[in-house]
């Protein structure tokens, strides 16, 4: 530190030189830390927010493309319980009884509809490649149903920018099928888009 | 300990008095000043990455910790009176006080932007140009302030002559 010769310098530094912080820097460190989670969470939660806006596009193409009713008999059975973490996808049923499916890579639908099938989501799985003629979308002439209320709970993001959903099962109508298609971009998928079918819908190629 | 922490350490170690000093010196309350320091510090913690780039990062935790301090103001204005946690203000000319009390006293007198000019340049210890990017002024308005802080703070100090014999 500067020595000041000046003697109102020196006086004031003098007045100070018993001032210390006596927080401990542990203290310090974890007040930083949970700033630093709180922000990283409210920048996931704005990925959220931006996977839902590009969610809502296919969405409200789904629905417009639909001109039936929707016959919103919702299933009231539970439920059954899945946990399952691959290095592709992840499938977990939460304690309110929603899904929460996390895709990394897709290699495989068939596996994933398995288990979507045990988690009480019966789905159709479908890989969609982005810039390729698709006939995911036109769904090859069936129209698929508006969507249920409440079916998507939430629009998630994992790791390295996963695109996932939370279905909420009890909201499916019965007898009607999720399509649940993965878009892919290259070889990392990219989002999902979830549609209603009643029975089972068309198979999806790219 | 990973090499963030250590290097925050470090730097915490080094600069958490005369931070801490720097924002006393500025608000006049000791636990306030303790309460925005700390939080400037988690704060820099938190944007380590960013802050450990900075030119003087002790700056940048005073600033966060006198911005903390506007919005607390602004806040708390309503219900905030001076109490005996400021440091004293108001001292009669002439009062026999000691050497620090009369500092502290002169200080709380001087204009806030004087104030805080003397806590960066004299109690911080930062040199003209990163006060003046501190507060965002100009280095010739540091220099400015500086000369009437400095003058104001002799002249209020002449008045407690009893005491000060030890300056």
């Given at each position: 530190m500067t020595q000041h010769t000046d003697e109102v310098p020196a006086a004031v530094e003098r007045a100070f030189s018993a001032v210390d912080l006596a927080t401990p820097v542990d203290q310090i460190i974890g007040r930083g830390r949970r700033l630093r989670g709180r922000r990283r969470k409210l920048a996931s939660g704005l990925v959220a927010v931006a996977a839902a806006a590009a969610l809502a596009v296919p969405l409200s193409h789904a629905a417009a493309g639909g001109g039936q009713p929707t016959s919103a008999q919702a299933s009231t059975a539970p439920a059954p319980g899945v946990q399952v973490d691959l290095a592709a996808w992840s499938v977990h049923t939460n304690a309110n009884g929603t899904v929460s499916i996390t895709v990394r890579q897709m290699h495989d639908p068939a596996d994933l509809r398995k288990t979507l099938a045990k988690a009480g989501i019966p789905a159709v799985v479908a890989v969609d490649h982005l810039g390729t003629p698709s006939?995911?979308?036109?769904?090859?002439g069936q129209v698929p149903k508006d969507l249920p209320k409440g079916i998507i709970a939430a629009v998630n993001r994992g790791t390295a920018g996963a695109p996932g959903v939370t279905i909420r099962p009890a909201a499916i109508p019965k007898g009607d099928t999720v399509y649940f298609i993965v878009a892919m971009n290259g070889t990392r998928p990219s989002y999902v888009l979830i549609m209603i079918f009643k029975g089972t819908p068309p198979t999806c190629s790219s | 300990v990973d090499q963030t922490t250590g290097d925050f350490a470090d730097f915490y170690r080094q600069y958490r008095a005369g931070c801490f000093r720097a924002v006393y010196a500025t608000v006049g309350d000791k636990l306030l000043a303790e309460e925005l320091v700390s939080e400037g510090f988690a704060r820099a913690w938190a944007s380590w990455r960013k802050v450990c780039r900075h030119p003087a990062p002790q700056a940048w935790v005073v600033r966060t910790a006198l911005n903390l301090h506007v919005s607390w103001w602004r806040r708390y204005r309503r219900e905030v009176a001076l109490n005996d946690?400021?440091?004293?203000?108001g001292l009669d000319a002439g009062a026999v006080v000691d050497g620090d009390t009369a500092v502290f006293a002169a200080l709380r007198a001087l204009p806030v932007r004087q104030r805080e000019v003397v806590a960066l340049r004299i109690l911080l210890d930062l040199d003209v140009d990163t006060t003046a990017d501190t507060l965002g002024i100009a280095p010739g308005t540091v220099k400015a302030h500086l000369h009437r802080a400095i003058a104001t703070l002799r002249t209020r100090l002449a008045t407690f002559p009893e005491k000060r014999t030890a300056v």
């Open positions: 006939t995911c979308v036109s769904h090859g | 946690r400021d440091f004293p203000g």
